[in-house]
């Protein structure tokens, strides 16, 4: 079954530190979405893309960055950790240019920056 | 600016039915989501309207009202399984998805 992927599901790491955030779909979809989820907060977007070498800021972007060399995955990078970034990270994909149809989520990374 | 509200919290019967409202605040509209997330799970698609008026799905109903800026999500026959959050998003014009902050769904038996 196709299915996205997070690794790591849980990381605990210390202030100025790089992480690297994993998101992997077998579903083909062109468009892939990292959201961070607070209490208190809805969803909000940090990243986008809509195909290979496309990359987009969304509306909580500093101190994040994504790549996107193949279709299946959109890995997320925080340069200098900040305790501000503790969150949980979830990961999603849809169908391309199919924008009404169902965002499909990663069961989430908590990542805590001590 | 743009902007989901949704109640907090709402608590019901099991067997009951309840209704969750969202109202939104857009630039531009392209239809309005609701997800279905069980505590320390992804968030699962439930239901898409663009157009006025209610969706039929099982057990699960939405309806919306674009000249009222309102949606509602109505669940029927609650079941224990139903306690959740339940997440409204509305779609704006750059086909980017705003988020209410969920409402807490809690059933009691």
């Known amino acids: 079954d196709a299915e996205i992927t997070q690794s790591p599901r849980h990381k605990i790491t210390e202030t100025g530190r790089q992480v690297t955030l994993a998101c992997h779909q077998t579903?083909?979809?062109?468009?892939m979405f990292w959201y961070r989820q607070d209490l208190g907060h809805g969803l909000r977007l940090i990243h986008y893309?809509?195909?290979?070498?496309?990359?987009n800021k969304g509306e909580v972007s500093d101190g994040y960055s994504v790549s996107r060399s193949n279709t299946e995955d959109l890995p997320l990078t925080l340069e200098s950790a900040a305790s501000s970034q503790t969150s949980v990270y979830f990961c999603?994909?849809?169908?391309?240019?199919?924008?009404?149809?169902?965002?499909?989520f990663g069961e989430g990374s908590r990542l805590t920056v001590l | 600016g743009q902007n989901i509200d949704q109640p907090t919290e709402m608590t019901a019967t099991e067997g009951a039915i309840v209704q969750i409202n969202c109202t939104y605040q857009?630039?531009?509209?392209?239809?309005l989501f609701w997800y279905q997330q069980h505590a320390g799970e992804a968030p699962t698609f439930l239901s898409y309207?663009?157009l006025d008026g209610l969706e039929e799905k099982g057990r699960f109903s939405s309806f919306l009202s674009r000249s009222k800026g309102y949606s509602y999500l109505l669940l029927k026959e609650l079941q224990m399984k139903d306690s959740a959050s339940y997440l409204c998003?509305?779609?704006?014009?750059?086909?980017?998805?705003?988020w209410g902050a969920g409402t807490k769904l809690i059933i009691k038996p």
């Open positions: 998003a509305g779609m704006d014009s750059n086909y980017q998805l705003i």
């Open positions: 893309s809509y195909g290979v070498q496309d990359t």
């Open positions: 857009t630039s531009g509209f392209n239809g």
């Open positions: 579903w083909n979809h062109n468009n």
């Open positions: 999603a994909s849809s169908t391309s240019g199919d924008f009404t149809g169902e965002l499909f």
């Open positions: 309207n663009v």
